[in-house]
C-alpha cells in the first residue's frame, strides 16, 4: 500500500520560514519523481517544485530564489524548504510521487497559512 504523509504545515507570519517532510512508503522510492504541489481557495493545484530520481529540479517562478527541494533516499522523505514566505503563499500543500505519467500517487496534503 502506497503512503505519502505530508508533515510541518501551519500558520507563520509573512519573512518567515517553514520545512514541508513528506514521508513515503510502498514505492521504490528513489525510482520516483518527487514533487510539491499547492492548491490554494478557489485556484487549481498548481506545481511548486519537482526532484527527479537524478535529483534534477523544477521550481515554479513564483517560489524561485525562496524554496529548496531535496530528497533523502534512506530515509525515504522529501523536503521542501520555504523561505521568506509570503501571504500568497497560503494553500494546502500535496506531495506527490510520479514513475510515469499514468502511474502517480497524493499525499493527503497539509495546511500553510502565510499571515500576521
Known amino acids: 500500500q502506497v503512503q505519502l504523509v505530508e508533515s510541518g504545515g501551519g500558520l507563520v507570519q509573512p519573512g518567515g520560514s517553514l520545512r514541508l517532510s513528506c514521508a513515503a512508503s510502498?514505492?521504490?522510492?528513489?525510482?520516483?519523481?518527487m514533487g510539491w504541489y499547492r492548491q490554494a481557495p478557489g485556484k487549481e493545484r498548481e506545481l511548486v517544485a519537482s526532484?527527479?530520481?537524478?535529483?534534477?529540479?523544477i521550481y515554479a517562478d513564483s517560489v524561485k530564489g525562496r524554496f529548496t527541494i531535496s530528497r533523502d533516499n534512506g530515509k525515504i522523505t522529501v523536503y521542501l524548504e520555504m523561505n521568506s514566505l509570503k501571504p500568497e503563499d497560503t494553500a494546502v500543500y500535496y506531495c506527490?510521487?510520479?514513475?510515469?505519467?499514468?502511474?502517480?500517487?497524493w499525499g493527503q496534503g497539509t495546511q500553510v497559512t502565510v499571515s500576521s
Open positions: 506527490n510521487a510520479r514513475l510515469v505519467p499514468s502511474v502517480y500517487y
Open positions: 510502498g514505492i521504490m522510492f528513489s525510482m520516483f519523481t
Open positions: 526532484i527527479d530520481s537524478s535529483s534534477r529540479t
